[in-house]
């Protein structure tokens, strides 16, 4: 039995940042993977400057843009008409998230974290986890950054996400042989899924495109993904598709309980409009960390998730502001007047434009939209269950 102050399960950007950040302040901290690294993870890779700003604070250096794509111009679309492109927006940068994870969990490597990746859990309790290697671990804090089919959470609350209200995204990755370079531009489809959107991400060498948005109202997702290729002019046949589950503003009032703590996709922490995680799951991973280490130096380990639940508070707010405003963008009974408004406000299509790129937050963006909408159109919102 080898014994750590923090066990980090997961090393994706939550549990590489959290586990970093615990070495940091002088813990000794166990970092568990099923997979090894470098492993791919279904994403569009989209980093926002808020990812970047929360990488720099976390890993201590700025991030490697090297084999990224970087953009600042944005086509927007609706039902295969061309709503805007916006041009000299707050950068975007397209990365590939099996570099992107790989610089993570090397930072967490080089901070002093024990590596256990490459191996799956054969058991876990409160205190201790056991490998399927047979080597037991045990640990006054353990950080569940596993994903959205988190073990953690399932071992807590009985399952890991609630299935009427979980997101899903297909992605596909189109060589750039089958596509013109000219034609890269990075675009959004507003209702190219229900309740949610389609992508199309210029990469080096590939586009990754894909649709996604909550699962219950698209139970023929597929289709939804094969119109979409169809309105981008791809083949959809004999293309693999891949699907993952995407908790899109499905986060978790308390996300833990007394030691145990979850971060990044097992605790929810996805905007419900823009579909971001990676920025979440490091800032999540990051308060996890410095909840437990605070937790750990006070000798009440037990107190982690209430320190956790008080570092978390903005991020709730937010989260919870988008999940209101997302029935003005995404209802479909709804989605006409925010088109509209959208079409003619340049003012809206810059703060939609910022929200996208992490250089504002909800509250403002709400202040906003609101003073725009109708009076009779907000009421009716406001009666929406
Ligand atoms: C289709 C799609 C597109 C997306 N596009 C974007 C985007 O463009 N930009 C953006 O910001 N976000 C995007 N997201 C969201 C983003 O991918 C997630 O929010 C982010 O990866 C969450 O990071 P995480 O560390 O919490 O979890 P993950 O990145 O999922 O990492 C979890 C880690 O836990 C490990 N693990 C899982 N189970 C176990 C186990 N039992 N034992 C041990 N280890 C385990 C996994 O191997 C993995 O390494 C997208 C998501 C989807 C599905």
């Known amino acids: 039995m080898t014994q750590f102050d923090i066990i980090v399960i997961g090393a994706g950007p939550a549990g590489s940042a959290a586990a970093t950040w615990a070495a940091k302040q002088g813990r000794s901290v166990a970092l568990i993977d099923k997979a090894s690294f470098p492993r791919n993870k279904l994403c569009g890779g989209l980093f926002t400057e808020r990812s970047r700003t929360y990488y720099h604070e976390i890993f201590g250096q700025d991030v490697d843009l090297a084999h990224a794509v970087t953009r600042e111009e944005i086509a927007f679309w609706h039902e295969g008409r061309e709503l805007a492109v916006l041009s000299d927006i707050p950068p975007l940068h397209l990365t590939m998230r099996l570099d992107l994870d790989a610089a993570m969990f090397a930072h967490a490597l080089d901070a002093g974290v024990e590596d256990f990746t490459g191996q799956a859990i054969a058991e876990l309790t409160e205190t201790a986890v056991k490998l ?27 399952k890991p996400f609630d299935t009427k209200t979980i997101g899903f995204g297909l992605e596909v990755e189109v060589p750039l042989s089958a596509q013109d370079p000219a034609e890269q531009l990075l675009r959004i489809d507003f209702a190219a899924a229900t309740w949610g959107y389609g992508w199309s991400f210029p990469k080096q060498g590939s586009t990754t495109v894909g649709v996604g948005g909550l699962r219950a109202p698209n139970p023929d997702m597929k289709d939804h993904m094969q119109r979409y290729m169809h309105t981008l002019g791809l083949p959809s046949e004999a293309v693999k598709i891949k699907g993952h589950h995407l908790p899109f503003g499905d986060f978790r009032p308390t996300p833990g309980r007394a030691h145990i703590l979850l971060a990044g996709d097992a605790a929810g922490l996805v905007d419900p409009i823009t579909g971001e995680g990676i920025a979440f799951a490091m800032k999540s991973g990051q308060l996890a960390a410095q909840a437990a280490c605070d937790a750990l130096n006070a000798y009440a380990p037990h107190a982690a998730i209430e320190l956790y639940k008080s570092g978390l508070k903005d991020m709730h707010r937010n989260l919870r502001i988008a999940r209101n405003l997302r029935r003005i963008i995404f209802a479909p009974r709804w989605q006409k007047a925010f088109i509209g408004t959208f079409r003619r406000s340049g003012t809206v299509r810059m703060m939609y434009m910022r929200l996208l790129a992490g250089e504002v937050e909800y509250p403002e963006l709400a202040r906003r939209v609101l003073a725009r909408l109708p009076r009779y159109l907000l009421n009716a919102i406001r009666r929406t269950p």
């Not at 290697?133 to 807590?156: E, F, H, R, Y």
Request: aromatic fraction near 4%; charged fraction near 10%; charge should be positive.
């Open 132 to 158: 399927r290697n047979g080597s037991s671990l045990t640990a006054a804090v353990i950080i569940g950054a596993d994903g959205v089919n988190s073990i953690v959470a399932k071992q807590l609350f009985g």
